[in-house]
């Protein structure tokens, strides 16, 4: 089992930045991929960036590859995710989560998920 705790999201004005960090519970983090996805009003919760338990594989949506990074620090058992450059469509919640297999972009791929954090980019 793991559990997820995202933290971070916030108002932030278009092309500004904001880190999200989820920080997860359990004694074998580093043997999961770790992914973003996101989910705006309306939408479908779609994939954003994810990475591999070793962080030997890195994953982008198109939308977000060279504004956004995913990282991790399995010591801290925590995964981030810097957002550069913010724009107003990618105001969504944005939620973590956790596979215990090798996993990409693929929401059935993760069984494990957080309670999601706020993130709001205005024009």
């Known amino acids: 089992q793991v559990q997820l705790v995202e933290s971070g999201g916030g108002l932030v004005q278009a092309g500004g930045s904001l880190r999200l960090s989820c920080a997860a519970s359990g004694r074998t983090f580093s043997s999961y991929s770790m992914g973003w996805f996101r989910q705006a009003p309306g939408k479908e919760r779609e994939f954003v960036a994810a990475?591999?338990?070793?962080?030997?594989?890195?994953y982008y949506a198109e939308s977000v590859k060279g504004r956004f990074t995913i990282s991790r620090n399995n010591a801290k058992k925590t995964v981030y995710q810097q957002m550069n450059n913010l724009k107003p469509e990618d105001t969504a919640v944005y939620y973590c989560a956790a596979s215990p297999t090798i996993a990409n972009g693929f929401l059935r791929q993760y069984p494990y998920w957080g309670q999601g954090t706020q993130v709001t980019v205005s024009s």
């Open positions: 990475v591999t338990g070793s962080g030997g594989s890195i």
